[in-house]
């Protein structure tokens, strides 16, 4: 028997040692290349900005035999682009449209830059850089208190507390801060203005290299602050005529278009819509501006509204603005 007993005994020790190597096995960490792989960021590729997807679609939907891909300063943007129907073209209209519009926008931009060459008028209808962002400014005043820094001003000692600065130098302090703030936010407008403008050279250049003797800028929107603005800045001779569809301001820019106005010098007509009540007070104030500038230029036309039947307030606005193209003079009568 005692035999037996010595006989077994290595597989009895076999047995209580094998457990004890697979938890051993357990314990042990997963090789390093696992860990750094699984510690690896997966990157995303950056989304498009808005104008991106805008001129995406519309390269999709929109002849290739329209679309233009003309040059501002160092980038490329899209426009699009209708010869006048006729062999004798009366001239040229540049379309800007307004913030968050396309160059096909269905209310005012896409029917006119349609319709227009149908009476003899090549249209170009541009695409705009993105608004710049107001958020990027925010200031650091305005973020919440976190959960953090305040327990921390909790824990400090009530000496620490006596020792904060003062509230004079904390006001000093915030009024540095808002001039740095309001200085950031001069300079990100003055480059908005200088992509927009420079994109209306562009478009201006590309008019004058197919022949246009006559050109007019037409603004819809806030795209109606940026021609009038445009040709205050930078007044173009190629420029005959100025045209204005439901214009507002940005309601970031500097100067206001009621200060830009008197300092035009080309025929304006400023197309409104009685029936909106915002629209309608600025269109006043821009009336009353222009009786009060000796030898204005300027013209205000209104439209009427049209319940139900936006194809028919479409048609009105396009020959309301065919009708001032064609018989307005260089004088602006």
Not at 25 to 42: I, L, S, Y
Not at 241 to 264: F, H, I, Q, R
Not at 277 to 299: G, Y
Request: aromatic residues 6%; negative net charge; glycine residues 4%.
């Amino acid at each position: 028997m005692s035999y037996t007993i010595r006989a077994m005994f290595p597989a009895i020790c076999l047995t209580l040692i094998l457990p004890c190597s697979q938890i051993a096995m357990a314990a042990d960490p997963a090789p390093a290349d696992d860990a750094k792989g699984a510690e690896t960021p997966v990157e995303r590729a950056a989304l498009p900005s808005r104008s991106q997807e805008d001129a995406l679609a519309l390269e999709r939907q929109v002849p290739k035999a329209e679309q233009q891909q003309l040059q501002a300063a160092d980038e490329s943007f899209l426009a699009l682009w209708k010869p006048a129907n006729t062999d004798d073209a009366k001239g040229a209209i540049v379309i800007v449209p307004g913030a968050d519009e396309s160059a096909d926008w269905p209310n005012a931009v896409g029917p006119l830059r349609r319709k227009l060459p149908d009476v003899g008028w090549s249209s170009l209808s541009l695409s705009l850089p993105d608004a710049y962002n107001d958020g990027v400014f925010a200031r650091a005043a305005d973020k919440p208190v976190t959960d953090d820094k305040a327990a921390a001003d909790k824990d400090k000692p009530k000496d620490a507390q006596a020792n904060m600065p003062d509230p004079a130098a904390s006001a000093e302090a915030d009024a540095a801060a808002a001039a740095e703030q309001a200085a950031a936010q001069a300079e990100l407008a003055k480059a908005n203005a200088e992509k927009i403008f420079a994109r209306i050279d562009s478009a201006i250049a590309f008019a004058q290299q197919n022949k246009a003797h006559s050109i007019a800028l037409l603004g819809h929107g806030t795209g109606a602050y940026w021609v009038a603005r445009y040709m205050s800045e930078r007044p173009s001779p190629a420029v005959q005529k100025l045209v204005m569809v439901t214009a507002v301001d940005t309601g970031k820019d500097t100067p206001s278009l009621l200060e830009v106005l008197p300092t035009l010098r080309v025929a304006t007509a400023d197309f409104v819509n009685k029936d909106k009540p915002v629209p309608r007070q600025q269109a006043q104030d821009r009336l009353d501006a222009s009786k009060r500038v000796k030898n204005s230029r300027f013209t205000q036309v209104t439209l009427n509204a049209i319940p139900g039947n936006a194809a028919m307030e479409q048609d009105q606005l396009f020959r309301r603005v065919r009708g001032w193209l064609e018989g307005s003079s260089v004088n602006g009568s």
